[in-house]
């Protein structure tokens, strides 16, 4: 794995006493010269374990592959992780195939998290963390029990102007899982076209803001709507897709536009 830290080539594998703690002792930016970066068997995922910010090319993506070997990032208590310009690939755990963070913090600014699998929270799994992305596309993640796209637990998640789509889960919620003691602000998304056995969209038993949104065309093999379900304070002009509104929660204000299924 070929990275840049300043002028400084750093070898994901070859140098694991300081590479695998990608952040042990200081604060890192790191630029991506190469477009595509594999995960090292002998070492498993990218423990970030202080702050650290990769960054990608400013036109197109580095990728970053785990070639399900292992998840590709995991986030330790304490620690902060940001990406720009990056694409999170090919992770597979019990937890956060694409990202796990616990007890710290993610951003994601204008990248990919797509094709992860996991348990719960296939692209992106938060326990007790601070999660913020923006102009981000989760996409054709698969979850075996919940959040196909991202499942957050006693977590906090701020999602503006990116998109979840194509994502499935075996069991609930194929964009997105927000358990009871989590809060999710929603602001300018599309999540449309994921999948699960029983509520393909949003899944909230916390409290879930949302607006300027689109949640339509998930589909399920339940009975309510397949779009939302749970606990939600809608802020305005949404486009969300309801089959039985009072069962789903969305608590409705003005300038909405609501759809039979």
Known sequence: LNTTFYDQSLQIGVEPDRAKNLASHAEFVWK???REIV?????GDLDI???ITIAGPEAGYASINANSIDRVFDVHPGASLTLINVAVTGGLADSGGGIRVNDGHLTLI???VRQNSADDGAGVYANESNVSISGSTLFSNSAATVGGGIAIFDSTLRLANSTISGNESFGSAGALFVDQWSTAALDSNTIVENHAT???GIRSSGVTEIKLSVVAHNTHGGS?????LGRFESLGNNDVSLRYRQRAGLRRANH??????
Request: hydrophobic share 20%.
């Open 32 to 34: 991506v010269r190469h």
């Open 39 to 43: 995960v090292d068997e002998t070492y």
């Open 49 to 51: 374990t202080g702050n």
């Open 110 to 112: 204008n990248s990919h």
């Open 198 to 200: 029983d509520i393909g």
């Open 224 to 228: 309510a709507s397949p779009d939302v």
């Open 256 to 261: 909405h536009s609501y759809r039979s299924v």
